[in-house]
């Protein structure tokens, strides 16, 4: 998609000057600056923990600067809270939606700036205006849907919504695309150009490189905190953009050798099972992958994906088929007993069953282990043990910031967790891994080694079933894929032989063409 450009080059909105935050004795910001004009889709890059949020979180009033200013439309201003900033024009749209699932459409995005008629909430004028807002952006919102009913990428519009409702003339928008689907992904762009043509700002915090060459104008690179510069998107290319993200040159191919796969690990035999709605959405689906090899599940979310993944978790029950494993059933069972017949995941939502929030970092890498030897005995927890294990795999696995073994894993940044939860299941050294979207709001480094460990286990002769919605990544990875539609198996490919057109025709139900 190419960007049509609305961006004012003489007209900037906002400033901001050698921006320091601190935590303690941390650094999050080191002298950071960014100037946006009005009409601009900046991006902000940098990896995970390299302090993007932290920077915006200062322009929201959230954070203050500890040193630093910030200048709105060229007068200075100190934002004391998100209130101030959305009376200064600044929105923001977080990566963890801040929406009351019960509740509608229209009261979310008017909770606490209700329009009254006396002492009654007036909901025929607020409809209107949320009517109204969602047709002049392209947003396609149903008003009156419940928030727990209707798609993440819908509720995201209500998110952008809830601040263009109360005034904002730019918006900063967190890893926007990390949940999203790619079709969600392309309407989110256009969105986006429907925004700054109406002359609002949009500031980006991301790490996909293919996003801000097809949406930004500007581009701001932060590394370990640091500012580095900021180019015109135009000017520069994906292989630019990552090195001075991370630092170094960044390889996007994955390095593989061919190698034969040995015997089923994993036979799934005329599964079937309904989705939530008590719908049939697996409908006979048969898969088999093999230890040493990388099996690729393509397909548009919504064909099955996630059910096939929840039964092989021990998350959801099958209503007929067989899933055995070296063998043994383990369909319907619970999910330790299937982590112990050999079956570990990386789950496509970190947030509700990847980790615990509140404990520590250290507690989160034992989960399934917390009750054997080295880490317990007798009952008694050998802190030292879990301590020595959880700083080993942080090393090895690049997380950061160092040394926060004992804090809770939500102080960590998004991607940090997701390295948290893959150091975890890898060192688990199960025969199948599961792999849902093992790279979703990750940077390009990360995604690099992320990719080499998925690489590592299926060479150790571990079977390893990747399920993403990033046909690049299922492509790269997969020595042979599958297409998943309307709950079946409906083609299946080896790696090496795979066209992205194919695939894409397979994945909305065509057929293979013949030879």
Not at 62 to 77: A, D
Not at 129 to 135: A, D, N, T
Not at 258 to 276: F, N, P, T
């Amino acid at each position: 998609m190419e960007r049509v450009s609305h961006m004012d080059s003489g007209s900037v909105v906002i400033e901001m000057k050698d921006i320091v935050k601190k935590f303690g004795d941390f650094t999050a910001n080191d002298h950071i600056s960014l100037t946006v004009h009005r009409g601009e889709v900046h991006a902000i890059l940098g990896e995970n923990g390299a302090g993007k949020s932290t920077l915006m979180n200062v322009l929201y009033g959230l954070y203050r600067p500890t040193s630093g200013q910030i200048f709105i439309e060229g007068k200075e201003v100190q934002i004391a809270s998100p209130k101030h900033a959305i009376e200064l024009g600044i929105g923001m749209v977080h990566q963890h939606f801040m929406l009351i699932a019960p509740f509608t459409v229209t009261e979310n995005i008017i909770l606490g700036v209700e329009p009254r008629k006396g002492i009654v909430v007036d909901k025929k004028t607020a409809r209107e205006r949320v009517v109204e807002l969602s047709e002049r952006y392209g947003m396609k919102v149903d008003p009156d849907a419940k928030i727990e009913d209707i798609s993440v990428g819908m509720q995201q519009r209500v998110e952008i919504l809830k601040v263009l409702y109360r005034g904002a003339k730019t918006l900063i928008l967190d890893e926007p695309t990390a949940s999203l689907t790619p079709q969600e992904i392309e309407e989110l762009m256009e969105i986006i150009g429907n925004l700054t043509a109406d002359g609002k700002s949009v500031i980006l915090i991301t790490h996909k490189l293919k996003e801000i060459t097809a949406s930004s104008d500007s581009c701001t690179i932060i590394r370990a905190g640091r500012y580095i510069r900021t180019v015109g998107v135009g000017q520069v290319n994906e292989n630019e953009l990552a090195a001075m993200m991370v630092g170094r040159d960044v390889s996007f191919k994955v390095e593989k050798k061919e190698q034969k796969a040995g015997e089923d690990a994993l036979v799934i035999r005329e599964l079937r099972a309904k989705d939530y709605r008590g719908v049939e959405i697996l409908k006979g689906l048969n898969l088999h992958v093999r230890k040493g090899e990388i099996v690729g599940l393509a397909g548009v979310d919504g064909n099955g994906q996630t059910e096939l993944v929840e039964i092989l978790t021990g998350l959801k029950h099958a209503e007929s088929g067989t899933v055995t494993m070296l063998g043994e059933d383990v369909c319907n069972r619970t999910p330790k007993e299937i982590f112990m017949k050999g079956i570990s995941s990386i789950p496509a939502d970190r947030q509700k069953h990847g980790r615990v929030l509140d404990i520590s970092i250290e507690d989160n890498m034992i989960l399934q282990h917390f009750d054997e030897e080295p880490f317990s005995r007798k009952g008694v927890l050998d802190r030292g043990k879990i301590r020595a294990h959880a700083t080993e795999l942080m090393e090895k696995f690049d997380v950061r910031p160092r040394g926060s073994e004992e804090k809770p894993a939500g102080t960590l940044s998004g991607g940090n967790q997701q390295k948290v939860i893959i150091a975890r299941e890898v060192t688990n050294d199960k025969e199948l891994l599961i792999a849902v979207n093992p790279t979703r709001g990750l940077d390009v480094g990360a995604i690099e080694f992320v990719h080499r460990y998925l690489v590592e286990q299926r060479n150790k002769g571990r079977a390893v079933l990747l399920v993403s919605f990033e046909l690049d990544e299922i492509m790269n990875l997969s020595d042979r894929i599958e297409v998943i539609f309307d709950g079946q198996i409906t083609g299946s490919v080896p790696g090496k032989d795979a066209d992205e057109k194919e695939l894409g025709l397979l994945m909305a139900g065509g057929k293979r063409h013949a030879g």
